[in-house]
C-alpha cells in the first residue's frame, strides 16, 4: 500500500524538480542587463555625483540601436559616464559602439580610457569614432572636471598595449605613466578627490597610485562565478580564481577599486555572473 501511495506523488515531484531545475538554469544563465549600485563617501565631496561605468561591450547590443542600454542610463541620470576599455574589438564592426556612443555622448560628458581590444582592431578608426561622438579620451593624462559642482580630478591611463602597439616596453612605460600622473595630481590637485579610469585592475600597481577611487573592467566578472563561494573562476590577466574579477576592493586607506562585470555576451557561457552597468554615487562623508 505504502509503495502505491508513493508512486501516485512520483509524477508531481518530478514536476517540482523540474521547475527548481529550470529556475536554477534561468538564474545560473541569466544574460539581462544588471545594475550594480555602490556608494562611495569622502570628506572631500560636498555635493552628490553620480557616475556610470561601462567596459567591455565587445559589439554587444541591448535591443535595437542599444536602446535598452541607453534607456536604463537615461534612468540612472548620472553626471558623467566612464568607459574604462573594450567597447570596440577586432571580432565585430563598430556598430555597436557607434550606436551606444552617438547617443550617450550628446547628452552626458563621457570620459573614455582604451583596452587591449582597441589596439587589435583599426585603432585609428576607433579614435575617429570616438572623436565624432563627442567623447572626451583620456590618454594618460589627468583633467580637473566638475560635476554637479563638485570639482574632481579625473586620470586615464591607456591600456598597456598602446605599448606593444607602438613596439616599446609595456609594464616600464605603463609605471611611468601612472608615476608621472601621480606626480602632478600631488603636486597640483592633492586637494581634490581622485578618480582614476584603467582597463585591467591591476591592484599591485594601482594600489600605488595616490587615486581615491580606481574604475577597471577586463575580467568579465570571471566568467563563472558562484553566488557566496566563488567571485569569479578565470581571468584574462590573473588566471584562475581571480583576486579581482568583480565588485569592490578596498586596496588600502587611500584607494578604493570597483571591478565592472562588462557588458558582452559571448559565446562562452556566463555562469551566475550577468552582464552589469556600474553606477556609483558619491556622497559627503
Not at 29 to 36: E, F, K, N, V, Y
Not at 103 to 116: D, L
Not at 180 to 187: D, G, P, R, S, T
Amino acid at each position: 500500500m505504502k509503495n502505491i501511495r508513493f508512486k501516485k506523488y512520483i509524477p508531481l515531484l518530478l514536476l517540482v524538480l523540474l521547475l527548481v531545475l529550470s529556475y536554477l538554469a534561468t538564474l545560473m544563465l541569466d544574460t539581462t542587463l544588471h545594475t550594480r549600485h555602490y556608494t562611495i563617501k569622502d570628506e572631500r565631496i560636498s555635493a552628490p555625483v553620480r557616475v556610470v561605468m561601462l567596459s567591455d561591450l565587445h559589439g554587444t547590443f541591448y535591443g535595437q540601436n542599444q536602446q535598452e542600454l541607453v534607456s536604463t542610463i537615461d534612468q540612472l541620470d548620472p553626471h558623467a559616464v566612464f568607459l574604462v576599455g573594450d567597447i570596440f574589438d577586432e571580432h565585430h564592426d563598430f556598430s555597436a559602439a557607434t550606436a551606444l556612443l552617438n547617443q550617450i555622448a550628446p547628452r552626458y560628458p563621457t570620459y573614455y580610457v582604451s583596452g587591449n581590444h582597441e589596439y587589435s582592431t583599426d585603432f585609428s578608426a576607433v579614435k575617429e569614432t570616438l572623436s565624432a561622438a563627442g567623447v572626451i579620451c583620456l590618454w594618460g593624462e589627468n583633467q580637473k572636471i566638475t560635476l554637479n559642482g563638485q570639482e574632481m580630478l579625473l586620470g586615464g591611463v591607456y591600456d598597456e598595449c598602446h605599448y606593444l602597439y607602438n613596439a616599446t616596453p609595456q609594464g616600464e612605460h605603463f609605471t611611468k605613466q601612472l608615476r608621472l600622473m601621480k606626480e602632478e595630481k600631488e603636486e597640483q590637485y592633492s586637494d581634490l578627490f581622485s578618480i582614476l579610469l584603467c582597463h585591467r585592475p591591476e591592484a599591485d600597481i594601482l594600489k600605488n597610485s595616490g587615486y581615491n577611487l580606481i574604475f577597471s573592467g577586463h575580467n568579465h566578472g570571471g566568467q563563472v562565478r558562484i553566488p557566496g563561494i566563488l567571485n569569479g573562476l578565470f581571468a584574462p590577466s590573473q588566471g584562475f580564481i581571480p583576486s579581482y574579477a568583480g565588485g569592490l576592493y578596498t586596496l588600502n586607506e587611500q584607494s578604493t577599486l570597483i571591478v565592472g562585470r562588462g557588458l558582452v555576451r559571448n559565446h562562452a557561457p556566463r555562469i551566475f555572473n550577468p552582464p552589469e552597468i556600474v553606477y556609483v554615487e558619491l556622497l559627503p562623508a
